[in-house]
């Protein structure tokens, strides 16, 4: 498949939505996009600016301090214990990564690439880039011989779905079953609201309970664009099996894909510091608590979105029509049609606006309720 072949970046549909919420009196309130908007915290900037004496090549594989922290984080905030500095690898965001696992793994026609039915668009990207077979698919039964990549995406963009211990491990079974590669997309794993996330922590596809004692053939994929504002910074990592890590590590110094060194040294300083992580959920609790309820006042039902940045919301009719009816309101959203073709009734609204738009969008919300 050539570049050239794939689709236009989706976005461009929401275009006409976005012009007619943008003439609402009291302005536009964007929630359509996951990009945060709250300041990057200010010990991560601080070590930003000590490392800018960037004068050599930073390392592939990632600074030994760096490696260290991303294992000593998997153990203290994900349960996961016993990573070594082999099973760490720093990337450059986790979308690239998403992107270009299939090549990197060396997939190609004839191949099969499972991805969730809610999902972001990456996924398949990834696989039809290669020439694979992208199959959207939550049942581990469904996944047939020939694949070779899983992806799991817990907590769910855009659905938040949280997939449990149980589940996680019968999907890693199967995947092993098959002979694949599986690979947890775990991007919004400390953002857990309802019950038992608000009190336990999702767990990871590493967590000893799912894989047993072998990382082989598993995969964990993280950012700290949104635990800790750094979308920016283009800062993430990918941890597990080491025989993987070290093929992943061996293809990636030949394309030259290695984060800045600065990059480097703030991302080890933000995977130290677990306060401003605490203070930025609270930040998308608040703002969660805000609109959720005013989304089910208007005559919204909240599906999933137990963890993530996200409310996935439907009111039972035609995405686009909702569409038009929140953007009537100056309210943006995504329509589900973006996340797969299973879900033409769901519109995604994020937590990613600011205090004020996310009131201003609530009360709007209120304001059209039934009466």
């Not at 592939?60 to 996961?80: D, F, K, N, Q, S």
């Amino acid at each position: 498949m050539s570049v050239r072949d794939l689709a236009d970046y989706p976005w461009d549909a929401v275009a006409p939505y976005a012009e007619r919420a943008r003439a609402h009196e009291g302005g536009l309130c964007d929630l359509s996009i996951g990009s945060p908007v709250d300041p990057t915290p200010a010990v991560i900037r601080e070590a930003l600016a000590e490392a800018t004496d960037a004068h050599a090549y930073p390392q592939t594989v990632g600074t030994p301090p760096l490696r260290e922290a991303i294992a000593a984080w998997y153990a203290r905030r994900r349960g996961v214990p016993g990573l070594e500095p082999r099973n760490v690898l720093p990337t450059i965001g986790s979308k690239e990564l998403v992107a270009l696992l299939p090549t990197l793994l060396g997939l190609g026609p004839g191949d099969t690439v499972v991805h969730p039915r809610a999902a972001y668009p990456t996924y398949e990207v990834g696989a039809r880039v290669v020439g694979a077979t992208p199959l959207a698919s939550d049942d581990p039964e469904e996944w047939p011989p020939g694949t070779r990549l899983v992806w799991i995406n817990s907590p769910g963009n855009p659905d938040g779905r949280v997939w449990d211990v149980d589940a996680l491990r019968r999907a890693v079974e199967r995947a092993r079953e098959l002979g694949a590669v599986i690979a947890g997309d775990e991007c919004y794993a400390e953002l857990g609201w309802d019950a038992p996330w608000d009190v336990t922590p999702v767990p990871s596809i590493l967590d000893p309970r799912v894989i047993g004692d072998s990382r082989a053939g598993v995969l964990s994929v993280y950012s700290l664009s949104k635990q800790s504002n750094l979308a920016g910074y283009r800062a993430a990592f990918v941890a597990g099996c080491a025989r993987i890590i070290a093929d992943l590590l061996a293809a990636r110094k030949h394309l030259g894909l290695m984060p800045p060194a600065p990059v480097q040294h703030a991302m080890t300083v933000a995977l130290h510091d677990d306060a401003h992580v605490d203070e930025q959920r609270e930040r998308y609790r608040a703002r969660r608590e805000l609109l959720r309820p005013a989304l089910e006042a208007a005559g919204f039902r909240i599906d999933g979105s137990e963890a993530g940045l996200y409310l996935w919301a439907t009111e039972g009719r035609d995405a686009w029509e909702s569409m038009g009816r929140l953007a009537e309101l100056g309210i943006l959203a995504g329509p589900g049609v973006f996340y797969g073709p299973f879900f033409p009734q769901h519109v995604r609204l994020s937590l990613t606006a600011t205090d004020e738009r996310v009131a201003e969008a609530a009360a709007r919300l209120r304001s059209a309720a039934p009466r």
